[in-house]
């Protein structure tokens, strides 16, 4: 049996990050509608009406990151100002004090692999990961919407970095796939594909066909918008209604 003082802190620490899980604030998105409208509509509530907001933008899955950068200013233009992070060029202090000030992380799309290579060897993932549960609302597309899982094997990315970090921000117990289309060929593709994960990992993968919008607020998770389906270990994969809660 545990000391009474250490059991106290035991069960503060365990209280205090269920309590933490439960301010969780995330939008998540297979692809970020025309001129970004998806990642607005989400991004909105957070910034409207806030003096000074600020959004972290973290476009550390792509190689040109700069061929966006004015694209999304211009969507942010009347809610936020936009702050870039650039894990090559700043300090991990610089990128930690971004999104200390921020009011919204906003992580588009790209190669999932090299956005989770950059953000551990930067430094940001355990900082990241402690600001989103702390209730930093966080808002991101396909790269952005995988690196939320337990880890990233669910990308169909290559790993052209040539990282060995494969886990994720896991701050849902969901892995993502981005991109699942609709016709009954190539889903049947991409479930094969995706059974296989489930020989080696046992939580479930929810697929994001494009213009859907998965929602995580505190410990819930519900599509909000769009097609998306569920793929559980032993079961046949499940479609998911709109406001409806997922479950594990």
Known sequence: MLPEFQFGEFFYSVFQL????????????????????????????????????????????????????????????????????????????????????????YVPGGNTFLLNHRLHVSGLMHFLRKKVQAGLPFVGFSAGAIICGPNILTSRDMNTVGTSHFDGLNVTPFNFFAHYVLDDHGQSLHDEWLSDYHFFNDNPVIMLCDGSHVQVEGKKTTLIRGEAWILRKDQEKAKLDEGQAITP
């Not at 476009?59 to 870039?84: C, G, H, I, M």
């Open 18 to 105: 269920q309590w933490l899980k439960q301010l969780m604030h995330l939008h998540l998105f297979s692809s970020p509608g025309d001129d970004l409208s998806y990642i607005i509509e989400a991004s909105r509530a957070y910034l409207e009406d806030k003096p000074n907001a600020t959004v972290a933008y973290l476009p550390l899955a792509s190689l040109y990151a700069e061929r966006w950068l004015a694209a999304t200013e211009d969507a942010f233009k009347n809610l936020a100002q936009v702050e870039t992070v650039n894990a090559e060029l700043m300090t991990q202090r610089e990128i930690e004090d971004i999104i200390r000030r921020c009011s919204l992380v």
